[in-house]
């Protein structure tokens, strides 16, 4: 009886490490791998290519967590380094980030494209030398009158936001599912577009 090779898939959550950036909405990509590491059980408790790393058999195949530690427009020094350590194709690394263009509460994946001005996700594309992989991108909306983009991704989430943000990471949880179980077309199909903030 042949046994099932196990896949490698790396989960790529992009932010900028240090306490005070940790609520920020510009941190929603290592609140999903945060919420995934307590979810599969997959604690993240090493430095490895100047990320945080947690890596574990979960969802039938090994599942690398990290949260690059390079403040966000270097994120790919950290994500080029894993792949090419773990030898992984790029159909099987998902990196996830936070999108201006999109309101609060809507998540995407997509299996390719441009950096859309998000300067973790253009450094990636830059160490990997390419813009076909999967990502996730979860809406955090514009900033309101006059504020300056790069204020307002410094800024936490309000109490309201909050409520929206805690359906977003669950739903985005089920979407790396799918993505790890399905492949990235059936999480598409499942997990693109709005959540119901009433849960």
Known sequence: MTETLQESYLIAGLGNPGREYRENRHNIGFMVVDALSRELAIPINRVQAR????????LGQRVILAKPQTYM??????VGTLVRYYK??????????????????TLRLRPKGSSGGQKGLGSTIDSLGSQDFPRLRLGI?????????????????SAAE???LAVV??????????????????????????????G
């Open 162 to 164: 909050k409520k929206v």
């Open 51 to 58: 990320a945080l790393v947690g890596s574990g058999i979960a």
């Open 169 to 198: 990471l669950e739903r985005a949880v089920l979407a790396v599912h799918a993505f790890i179980e399905q492949g990235l077309d059936q999480a598409m199909t499942l997990y693109n577009g709005a959540v119901d903030p009433e």
């Open 88 to 105: 992984l194709s790029l159909g099987n690394i998902l990196v996830i980030h936070d999108d201006l263009d999109l309101p609060l509460g």
């Open 73 to 78: 427009n270097l994120s790919g020094q950290a």
């Open 141 to 157: 909306g514009r900033p309101p009158g006059r504020m300056e983009a790069a204020d307002y991704v410094l800024e936490n989430f």
